[in-house]
């Protein structure tokens, strides 16, 4: 089960358990960013159709991990790798063609994302403040974008891509703070994993929303 305290609730063992969950599920996300390299790497000829079905069987292993945290720490951490080449292999297509039109806007956003992980990580790991209620506000957030990336598909509006993004880095800002507030709070070392797995997908939006941004919001 997992185990959330207070930070102020918690002893000397626990904090030490809080840190080393930080160590554990650090060293997941960088694996996890390994293997997501590697997709991208050996998908970037792949057609937009084949990274539609690499997507959706990467969220499937998502919600694979979610049963398997029960039951298998190992399986766990299998379908985390699974999860990373997937992704990797998903979204290997949209970095490809935006690597051919603006190179320089690949690290422009990568350098950007590390910046904002680590400001924002930093935060949510330092506050004493519950952020449960950002996270729930930022989910909603985020269905409404969703809803509003759909509508652009149909109606052009002009900056409205830039907005996106926008309000996408805003969304995520919230989602960043609330995980590593979930890293220092928690002292259950079965959940490294499904952290890692949460905090990845905010490096990665992060990363995308940039990529945007900085390509000049070429599609």
Do not use: C, K
């Not at 960013?33 to 997507?55: D, E, K, M, S």
């Not at 509003?148 to 149909?154: C, D, K, N, P, T």
């Amino acid at each position: 089960m997992t185990q959330t305290l207070n930070y102020r609730q918690m002893g000397t063992a626990d904090r030490g358990q809080a840190h080393a969950l930080f160590g554990q599920t650090m060293a997941y996300v960088a694996f996890t960013a390994g293997l997501f390299a590697l997709g991208a790497w050996a998908g970037r000829n792949l057609t937009g159709a084949v990274g539609i079905v690499a997507f959706l069987a990467a969220f499937a292993t998502l919600f694979g991990m979610r049963f398997a945290a029960r039951r298998s720490v190992p399986l766990t951490i299998g379908l985390l790798a699974a999860f990373g080449l997937l992704i990797g292999l998903a979204v290997a297509p949209t970095v490809a063609y935006y690597g051919s039109m603006d190179p320089r806007a690949l690290w422009e956003a990568g350098g950007a994302t590390a910046l904002f992980i680590a400001g924002f990580g930093a935060a949510g790991y330092a506050t004493r403040r519950d952020l449960s209620a950002l996270a729930r506000v930022s989910f909603w957030a985020l269905l409404a974008l969703i809803v509003f990336g759909i509508v652009l598909i149909f109606v052009h509006i002009p900056g409205a891509d830039l907005v996106y993004s926008v309000l996408g880095l805003v969304i995520f800002a919230g989602f960043t703070l609330f995980d590593f507030q979930r890293l220092r709070t928690n002292t259950d070392n079965a959940t490294a994993p499904l952290l890692a797995a949460s905090i990845f997908l905010d490096v990665l939006n992060v990363f995308l929303f940039f990529l945007n941004i900085f390509s000049g919001n070429e599609r």
